[in-house]
């Protein structure tokens, strides 16, 4: 509930019946309580001219009209015979908006556009009020000039009532869409192998901060596969979305500048020990006729190394390690080494174990194959042994007739993982 005007005259509250037939003119206009605002803002999104003859209903009416922006928790004003003063007190989280599915750009142009048509708009909106729906409105109108009919909601962006970061805009009908890709400074013998990156992305949903970061990394990961380890990637727009009767679909244009291929060579781990190939290899139990110089298509492998260290770290519990690689290159040799650089984070250990959808003989059963107990670290890659490799045994036989499903909830507060276990019959 919004807190009532207050209308004084000389320090006076004036309630009188007959009072709102009166005409003031007050000799200046001035607002108090909130410098984000310019005096003329506020004249501006209050509708006030100097100069003008005013009644107290009319004023009334001018301060309404700022009081619904959402922008102030609570506003006075105060008319002494010759000043009309009104004090603000500023609305408390504000927030910045954002384009969820929008084909417009954000920053300041799209900013400077909605200043023009709400001068209280300095990049941010209430979470109710009408400078929120203004706004919104304002996005379906920009998006029809661009012969995109769309309904557009807002809904606060983040975890209600404890992270929400921003004000989110998106499209809720129709669907936005990848649409098009455009490939330029492709070599040709990469053109029919990036046709099925492009297909594969082409449908997928628009997202207005993410798609292009997206399709650069989709490609740039597709070159280092084929070992272009230096390949530059820069993806945009291209041209105007095209509005259909389903969807929107959103065209992109993708730049390459490929470089030149590289071998990998061998891989330094933090512990100081050496990877070469046939380890990685070896570790993933990839069998290879070819020999390591023969070798070109070094992420394939890079990714597979990534994996074998990742999944040893996370087998004694590391479960929030991250595995970053640093490519050195040797140019003379035309050989990529590495140097993976890594950040195990906490270790995790097994918690509760959950048993769902078993009889107490099968559940007893379960139980006593659970090899991973309370308090030890926790290792994912054994749940797989759990349900996969139990030998020739009835409990085998079990899981072998049934759909093996498990559950887990990490825990960060306590750096535990509780495990729930599931069959359920196949069909």
Avoid at 168 to 193: H, Y
Wanted: hydrophobic residues 40%; contains cysteine; aromatic residues 8%.
């Amino acid at each position: 509930m919004r807190p009532t005007f207050l209308l004084l005259f000389a320090g006076v509250v004036l309630f009188a019946t007959g009072s709102a037939a009166q005409k003031f003119q007050p000799k200046s206009i001035q607002f108090k309580g909130d410098p984000e605002y310019s005096g003329q803002e506020l004249m501006a999104a209050a509708d006030l001219k100097t100069g003008v003859v005013l009644t107290s209903a009319e004023m009334g009416e001018h301060s309404k009209r700022l009081m619904d922006t959402g922008v102030f928790d609570t506003l006075t004003y105060k008319f002494d015979g010759q000043d009309l003063v009104f004090s603000l007190v500023p609305a408390t989280g504000l927030l910045p908006i954002r384009l969820e599915n929008l084909p417009l750009t954000p920053g300041k142009d799209l900013d400077a556009k909605l200043h023009d048509r709400f001068p209280l708009y300095h990049g941010k909106v209430p979470t109710e009020g009408g400078l929120l729906d203004n706004v919104r409105v304002a996005l379906e109108e920009m998006l029809a000039a661009q012969g995109m009919k769309a309904t557009v909601a807002a809904m606060p962006f983040g975890v209600a009532g404890r992270n929400v970061s921003a004000m989110s805009f998106a499209i809720t009908s129709p669907a936005v869409r990848v649409g098009a890709i455009q490939l330029d400074g492709v070599s040709p013998e990469m053109q029919s192998k990036l046709k099925v990156v492009a297909d594969h992305t082409t449908g997928t949903s628009f997202d207005t901060e993410s798609t292009a970061k997206n399709l650069e990394r989709a490609f740039e990961s597709f070159y280092s596969d084929e070992g272009y380890v230096s390949v530059k990637v820069h993806a945009g727009w291209l041209g105007n979305p095209i509005a259909g009767s389903e969807a929107i679909d959103v065209p992109f244009h993708v730049t390459v500048e490929e470089g030149r291929q590289y071998r990998l060579g061998s891989i330094h781990l933090p512990t100081g020990e050496l990877l070469t190939v046939a380890d990685i290899n070896k570790a993933a139990g990839i069998v290879s006729s070819k020999s390591e110089n023969m070798s070109i298509k070094e992420g394939v492998t890079l990714r597979t190394a990534l994996q074998v260290v990742t999944v040893e770290y996370k087998s004694k519990g590391y479960l929030d390690c991250v595995v970053t690689p640093h490519p050195q290159l040797d140019e003379a040799a035309g050989v990529v080494n590495y140097t993976f650089e890594v950040q195990p984070g906490p270790v995790y250990t097994m918690g509760k174990l959950t048993i769902q959808n078993a009889s107490d003989e099968l559940r007893a059963m379960m139980l006593s194959a659970w090899k991973m107990p309370a308090g030890a670290a926790f290792n994912q890659s054994a749940l797989f042994d759990y349900y996969y490799k139990q030998g020739n045994t009835p409990l085998a036989r079990t899981f072998a007739s049934a759909n093996c499903k498990y559950q887990l909830a990490k825990n960060p507060e306590t750096n535990t993982v509780d495990v729930t276990l599931r069959l359920e019959k196949k069909n």
